[in-house]
């Protein structure tokens, strides 16, 4: 079959499903605990609620929540449950399809403010290397100078830089929570302060950690201040399909308040077509996967995040502990909740080749730089395997000191 031009004719649905299960026979194999991002596992009752939920909203649009009312319940509803869990009391937001749309969006919501509010035309934002590059991308398409800062030595973003590149031209002042390339916690209240010195908003991105915190603190885990409880922060954005162990792709945008909220949407009247106006970068929105992720909160609630988080962060402690132990890797930063990424402190010892080593094996990582390093988000599914992968990883260290320099580096896009 030539696939350069269009069917042309059908063919029965059983051979096209079966060639769907072979085209996935390389795929990543998620299931097994033998990836470190991209897809997080919940387990089988969260799949088997997840899926059902899909079914259910399978065909079902959200552009018109007139048209499907139980869509615009479910919305609302996702966005007051993750409001109260980031302590926000008047907070407000939207569904999203992932972690860059998010950021676009605050980003924009951002840049109409300052000019809203300040008449600010030629706005900046100011942020630091360890925040996610969607900034960037949101900053070229909606118009916004970018003024980036370095990190500090122990990784975060460094506030007295930050204080010098904030000023009467600022819209938006991002902090990461956690951030994706080390996994730590920037200094949020000193953050949003800056902002709100000059009137500016100021972004959590916790896209990464936004179903982690919370129930990591109620666990009893350190937990730097990072939400709407500090004063300054205007918006926060989490991903339901990483942590939360939704289905791909949903992400929530949520805004300090209904006032701030307004910023985000879209509204256009002149045309044919009479009015249009999106809170979102798409038009249409599917509903099976904001179906699916109401549907998984709802399963598991507090005590089925705390419990799936507990899990998460043993896995996370055992996989640390274990680089520690293996001579020739360090941990980038002091990380301490489920995102860890690893390098080497050994002449000569090149991690990407030790990558190279657990691709062989069946592990799926992600490779980011710099410096050269294995990116590793833990997640429950990752608990039943860690032995298996710490041995491995052994093993590639061992296998690479003695292979020539030069692993392949496939560093992935994440959303």
């Known amino acids: 079959m030539t696939y350069r031009s269009f069917p042309a004719t059908g063919r029965p649905a059983a051979d096209v499903l079966a060639d769907l299960v072979g085209k996935q026979a390389r795929d990543a194999r998620w299931a097994e605990g033998r990836t470190f991002g991209l897809v997080f596992d919940g387990g089988d009752e969260v799949r088997a609620v997840a899926d059902e939920a899909a079914s259910l909203y399978l065909h079902e649009s959200a552009l018109n929540t007139q048209a499907f009312p139980s869509l615009g319940a479910i919305q609302s509803e996702l966005c007051g449950w993750v409001s109260g869990l980031f302590h926000g009391p008047e907070a407000a937001g939207f569904l999203t399809s992932g972690g860059t749309e998010s950021i676009l969006l605050a980003v924009k919501a951002a840049r109409e403010r300052a000019l809203d509010e ?35 030595d122990d990784l975060t973003a460094d506030v007295d830089a930050m204080a010098a590149e904030v000023g ?79 289905p791909k792709g949903v992400s929530v945008l949520l805004h300090a308040s209904r006032e701030l909220r307004r910023h985000q949407t879209f509204v256009f009247d002149d045309w044919l077509g009479g009015l249009y106006a999106t809170p979102n970068l798409q038009g249409t929105r599917a509903g099976l996967p904001m179906a699916a992720a109401w549907a998984v909160i709802s399963h598991l609630g507090t005590d089925g995040y705390r419990r799936l988080v507990r899990a998460t962060l043993d896995a996370a402690d055992r996989i640390r502990d274990g680089v520690r132990a293996i001579d020739g890797l360090v941990l980038r930063g002091d990380p301490a909740h489920q995102v860890l990424a690893i390098t080497s402190d050994e002449p000569g010892l090149d991690v990407f080749a030790v990558g190279d080593g657990l691709a062989a094996r069946g592990w799926y990582i992600d490779r980011q730089y710099p410096p050269d390093s294995l990116h590793l988000t833990v997640s429950n599914g990752n608990l039943p395997v860690v032995d298996e992968f710490l041995g491995d990883l052994a093993a590639s260290v061992l296998e690479a000191r003695g292979a020539a320099p030069g692993g392949s580096g496939q560093y992935a896009t994440i959303d």
């Open 118 to 152: 300040r008449d600010v035309t030629r706005p900046e934002v100011v942020l630091a290397k360890s925040a996610h590059a969607a900034f960037h991308k949101g900053a070229h398409l909606f118009g916004l100078a970018v003024r980036s800062v370095p990190v500090t």
């Open 168 to 246: 009467p031209n600022t819209a938006l002042v991002v902090a990461s929570a956690v951030d994706y390339p080390t996994g730590l916690v920037d200094p949020v209240p000193e953050i949003a302060a800056l902002a709100a010195s000059v009137g500016a908003s100021c972004h959590v991105d916790a896209c990464m950690g936004g179903f982690v915190l919370p129930f990591a603190e109620m666990e009893g885990r350190a937990a730097p201040a990072w939400d709407f409880r500090s004063e300054g922060v205007t918006t926060i954005s989490a991903d339901i399909h990483k942590l939360g162990y939704a």
